[in-house]
């Protein structure tokens, strides 16, 4: 079968967005049409009656095969607020577990007709995989939207995080972004870096502990530090990520305590940012681990405003998806 | 037909507000459709001594060639800076057609509200109608080819006026 190596199934022969299973090879003008068109939908769900026509009659299937309620649900409401109709698996309990395969659950769901799927997995590369079959099948149609897969990518995340820094900085160009925490196990850090590097801003810093950083880091165009103190230094923007409690088992770190104390994000780190610096986390956040109360509430930190325009971007991401 | 025999846009203004003057009841707002009847809605409010706010709508989201153009690449915010219950509105617009965008905004401001009555205003009637609505105010009914699409445009200036452009 002849499967090109650098395939890119997301957009179509003629440019067009077909699938989001990625930030990486995204282009510009396309990441850039969905901010835009995200700006528009956040008025939306200022209104009375919070929903526009535009997806009505449509099927979106949310398949979460790794649980996540924010995700998920955010997914659901932008679904909603464009009148489709969602249709939510539980299928870590379901065919799955009968041993249906992977592809044999998407063509029964083909089969009643859906026109979305919003699908999480614990393995990198399954939306892909789906969105593939989906092309060979003369089904492209149908369109994927990866909600998160393995260790690989969380393009809805990534999209909102540059929403989220463009609503507040105006311009990429000049900026100093920081990403601080277990860059390693984040699949949220690699679709910030590649939205980040196409949209071209001045310096991206990976900053954690040794054993969370990956060894090809640099191959990505970043600096890697591992003080947070010199990494946080002057920076624009701060996005601090979630440590994961199973990463303490896993002999990667000594305690929560020890990693608060070195990479936790306090008043005092803050204040050797830039003065005007926001601080971001796509939650959910471990308080005194990762990040200090007193900086998460504080004047500085934009974290519930990226839950507000996540759910604008997903409206944005839906709709030109099925657009096309 | 050529451009020097196109009415001036802002004497049509001009003049679609001094029709519109009598008939304003208290409290009317108007709403222009992106971005033509922005543009000439921001005319009426000077002419007419209106408040400054005027309601912006973008039909975008309401539009029913979605399924087969899908969305419009520079879709702007609808804005509604004042409630829509029981107001009397004006929606503005500057060509009237096949009465689809009409129907859209129509759809879209009955999301914001329940207003006491809607009525149009176009600088532009060019026939075509595929749906049962029509203009209480018009300042210009014109017969063009359906391959011809008639453009209101800001000039270096800022004042408004018309081109055509050929289709096909």
Known sequence: ?324 | MPIECFPDAEAQCADLAKIIRPQLNPGTMLVGIHSGGAWIARRFSELLGLPDEIGLIDVSFYRDDYGEKGLHPQVKPTSIPFDVENRPLILVDDVLYTGRTTRAAINELFDYGRPASVRLAVLADRGGRELPIYAEFCAWQVELDPREELILEPDENGKLRWRLEKHG
């Open chain 1, 1 to 324: 079968m002849d499967n090109p190596p650098l395939s890119n199934p997301q957009i179509s022969a003629d440019g067009a967005l077909t699938h989001l299973l990625s930030t990486e090879g995204l282009p510009r003008e396309i990441l850039l049409n969905i901010l835009d068109t995200a700006s528009s939908f956040l008025e939306v769900s200022d209104r009375d009656i919070k929903k526009v026509p535009l997806l009505r009659g449509k099927s979106v299937f949310n398949l979460f095969f790794e649980n996540s309620t924010r995700t998920r649900t955010t997914f659901e409401i932008a679904a909603k607020r464009l009148s489709a109709d969602v249709i939510n698996l539980d299928v870590a309990r379901s065919s799955t577990s009968k041993g249906e395969t992977l592809l044999d659950t998407i063509d029964n769901l083909v089969s009643m007709h859906a026109d979305m799927f919003v699908i999480r997995h614990i393995s990198s590369g399954a939306p892909h995989l789906i969105a593939e079959h989906l092309n060979r099948i003369d089904r492209s149609d149908i369109h994927v939207i990866n909600a998160g897969d393995g260790r690989h990518a969380h393009p809805t995340q990534g999209l909102l995080d540059m929403f989220t820094i463009r609503h507040y900085k105006k311009d990429f160009s000049g900026l100093k972004v920081a990403i601080v925490g277990d860059i390693l196990h984040s699949r949220v850090a690699r679709s910030d870096i590649h939205a980040l590097n196409t949209l071209g801003v001045a310096e991206i810093r990976v900053i954690g502990p040794q054993t969370l950083l990956p060894a090809a880091m640099k191959t990505m165009g970043v600096q890697v530090a591992n003080d947070l103190r010199e990494g946080v230094g002057g920076c624009d923007v701060i996005i601090m990520l979630r440590l994961q409690n199973e990463r303490m088992n896993g002999a990667l770190l000594p305690s929560a305590r020890e990693y608060f104390r070195c990479y936790g994000l306090k008043p005092e780190i803050l204040a050797l940012a830039r003065p005007d610096a926001i601080v971001m986390h796509p939650g959910p956040m471990n308080r005194g681990t990762e990040i200090d109360s007193e900086v998460a509430d504080g004047s500085q930190a934009v974290i519930l405003k990226q839950v507000t325009f996540g759910i604008a971007v997903r409206m944005a991401v839906m709709s030109l998806l099925a657009g096309n």
